[in-house]
């Protein structure tokens, strides 16, 4: 199938997966997620409606975005090393992948040094795997509330890459417990911080996200077909 078709159907069954639930569909962004993916393909998607693009590597990001001169939304979606954050900076409208307090604390000395206030999401490790990024989730609203007093960046959800797994369902926890945290945090109505993206879902587990209350997936494979290596 090509791009036009992926798009075309993967937002007719977000459609139905949120009309099930009882959810407007209108409210889920989908963030296309173009890792290793070429110019030209990138560019039919944007043609095709796609209005957010997410990388994971900044470099990669820097010499792709540099070639597409269309505007759309730009999100880092992979971890981010403190040495590149200034370059960060100037590429992305969002990173999504903020786990460190170092690293928010870069990311807004940097932000205010460019005369900018960064929109982050707070990437939390909500399967507490050893090898996956993200803050604790017992540690989450303390992390939030010491990044509220960063004049550079504005906290607007949070983020999660669930379980890597073959068994759907066994990231349902891992997106219920994200969800909570986001209702907790946004109810405590903390100065400066605006909890409005819930940022969970991949191809192989967008439908249970949506079940869960997500508000924006990213989706790479569902549009762009396999990554190849
Ligand atoms: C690659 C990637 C995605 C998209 O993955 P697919 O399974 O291809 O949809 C989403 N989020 C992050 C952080 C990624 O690195």
Same mark, same amino acid.
């Given at each position: 199938m090509g791009i036009e078709e992926n798009i075309r159907s993967l937002k007719e069954d977000i459609a139905k997966i949120a009309e099930k639930v009882k959810r407007n569909p209108e409210e889920i962004k989908i963030v296309a997620v173009s890792k290793t993916v070429e110019v030209e393909r990138i560019k039919e998607a944007l043609r095709c409606g796609i209005k957010i693009i997410g990388e994971n590597k900044v470099q990669e990001a820097e010499e792709k975005f540099r070639q597409i001169p269309e505007k759309f939304e730009k999100h880092l979606v992979g971890h $981010?090393? !403190? *040495?590149k954050v200034k370059k960060a900076i100037g590429l992305f409208d969002m990173i999504q992948s903020l786990d460190s307090l170092k690293l928010a604390n870069e990311i807004s000395k940097r932000a205010l040094e460019s005369g900018k206030v960064m929109k982050v $999401? /707070? +990437? /939390? *490790?909500t399967s507490e795997e050893e090898t996956k990024f993200g803050i604790k989730?017992? +540690?989450v609203l303390d992390f939030v509330k010491s990044t509220s007093e960063l004049k #550079?960046?504005?906290v607007k959800g949070l983020m999660t890459v #669930?379980?890597? !797994?073959s068994e759907v369902e066994k990231v349902r926890p891992c997106f219920k417990r994200l969800k909570e945290i986001?209702?907790?945090i946004k109810s405590k109505n903390i100065l400066g911080i605006d909890m409005k993206y819930l940022s969970m879902g991949m191809t192989a587990d967008y439908k249970v996200a949506i079940e869960e209350g997500s508000n924006m997936l990213r989706i790479g494979t569902a549009i762009f077909g +396999?990554?190849?290596g």
């Open positions: $981010l090393q !403190t *040495n $999401l /707070v +990437e /939390v *490790n989730p017992d +540690e #550079g960046i504005k #669930g379980l890597f !797994t986001f209702e907790r +396999e990554r190849k």
